[in-house]
């Protein structure tokens, strides 16, 4: 909790009672960044902008959920995109295609909208979902995936699997022994350069990510391995926590291990590569048609004394009690000292 000072006698017990208190922990999720393409909205965030834990973007909607467990949609061609199937909670993860969106449930079932994809056995149990354009995929509990609206079906023995990524007519499966497997329709071409082989040696990755018939494999260090069609990565490749791709553009976006996102392959009139500033504490991204969102990080706990709400509790916090120890909460409650107990 935080102390509300009333009368000036109080400060210097209040100031040391800040530190002692325990700390009362709670989910809480961050804003998030738009930019790019906004023809549908898509770049709109509906406020308020705030508790968001993940993002997804699909070709001209964009999906945030929140740290209670509901999602929030905007953007898109048509109304049905944005209604999410009551009741909107209990989610745990999203993602979208062209122009449909789906999400899992934390008891492992699956939603999509509008309309459904196949049904599946209830009792399967899923962890993780992917989508990219007209296809989706789901991973199941036992290391098994299923592959909607994919150019192929996946192929055997369909086990082992503990990462997916949907990328175009492309599907894509992380094993658990750090092999990648990936499936659909690759053309040869090196006019377009469109490159099907995975970079050698297939071994050592610890996620897959992938969008817009382009794949990337993550390796320790935060090293990137790129194929598909005109897929690359920018120097240094070096401290990569996620990559995605525009699913009708050439454009990509890496978020590094230490909270800063770099775009990449935009056209130069455009300006679509310019992360908006400040360009740090992001914690995930994501790449629609042609637009992109990026995550801020939002505060894990809520600190007794935290008065400033950096996460810390320090001498900073002290400078804000000492402005305003002579606050009345009752006149005003408004006053960043005064936080409702």
């Given at each position: 909790m935080r102390i509300n000072l009333i009368y000036p006698g109080y400060f210097f017990a209040a100031v040391i009672l800040v530190f002692v208190l325990p700390v009362s922990v709670y989910a809480v999720g961050g804003e998030i960044v738009a930019w790019g393409n906004n023809n549908y909205g898509q770049c709109n965030v509906p406020a308020p902008n705030e508790d968001f834990i993940a993002v997804a973007a699909g070709d001209r909607h964009s999906l945030g959920l929140k740290a209670d467990g509901s999602i929030?949609?905007?953007?898109?061609?048509?109304?049905?995109?944005?209604?999410?199937?009551?009741?909107?909670?209990?989610?745990?993860?999203?993602?979208?295609?062209?122009?449909?969106?789906?999400?899992?449930?934390?008891?492992?079932?699956?939603?999509?909208?509008?309309?459904?994809?196949?049904?599946?056995?209830?009792?399967?149990?899923?962890?993780?979902?992917?989508?990219?354009?007209?296809?989706?995929m789901a991973l199941t509990s036992d290391g098994a995936i299923m592959d909607w609206g994919g150019y192929e079906e996946v192929p055997e023995p369909n086990t082992g699997f503990v990462a997916i990524a949907a990328s175009g007519r492309l599907s894509m499966g992380l094993k658990d022994d750090g092999t990648i497997m990936y499936w659909g329709e690759c053309i040869e071409e090196p006019d377009w350069n469109y490159e099907c082989d995975i970079p050698e040696p297939n071994a050592g990755f610890i996620d897959v990510f992938g969008?817009?018939?382009?794949?990337?494999?993550?390796?320790?260090?935060?090293?990137?391995?790129?194929?598909?069609?005109?897929?690359?990565?920018?120097?240094?490749?070096?401290?990569?926590?996620?990559?995605?791709?525009?699913?009708?553009?050439?454009?990509?976006?890496?978020?590094?291990?230490?909270?800063?996102?770099?775009?990449?392959?935009?056209?130069?009139?455009?300006?679509?590569?310019?992360?908006?500033?400040?360009?740090?504490?992001?914690?995930?991204?994501?790449?629609?048609?042609?637009?992109?969102?990026?995550?801020?990080?939002?505060?894990?706990?809520?600190?007794?004394?935290d008065v400033n709400d950096d996460m810390k509790i320090d001498?900073?916090?002290?400078?804000?009690?000492?402005?305003?120890?002579?606050?009345?909460?009752?006149?005003?409650?408004?006053?960043?000292?005064?936080?409702?107990?």
């Open positions: 929030v949609v905007w953007g898109g061609p048509y109304p049905e995109v944005c209604n999410v199937p009551a009741p909107n909670e209990d989610f745990i993860a999203i993602a979208a295609g062209l122009d449909h969106s789906h999400a899992l449930k934390s008891d492992g079932s699956l939603v999509t909208w509008p309309g459904d994809f196949p049904q599946t056995d209830p009792n399967i149990v899923f962890t993780a979902i992917s989508a990219d354009n007209i296809h989706f969008g817009g018939d382009r794949l990337f494999g993550l390796r320790a260090g935060g090293v990137v391995a790129a194929w598909g069609y005109d897929s690359w990565v920018p120097q240094p490749n070096s401290n990569f926590a996620a990559v995605d791709s525009c699913i009708e553009s050439h454009m990509m976006i890496g978020l590094k291990s230490y909270g800063e996102v770099v775009a990449w392959g935009c056209d130069p009139l455009d300006g679509y590569c310019n992360v908006p500033g400040p360009n740090a504490d992001f914690v995930a991204i994501a790449a629609g048609g042609e637009h992109f969102l990026a995550l801020k990080k939002g505060c894990a706990s809520y600190l007794g004394g001498f900073r916090d002290f400078a804000k009690l000492a402005d305003n120890w002579l606050t009345d909460c009752y006149e005003n409650p408004a006053d960043p000292a005064c936080v409702p107990k």
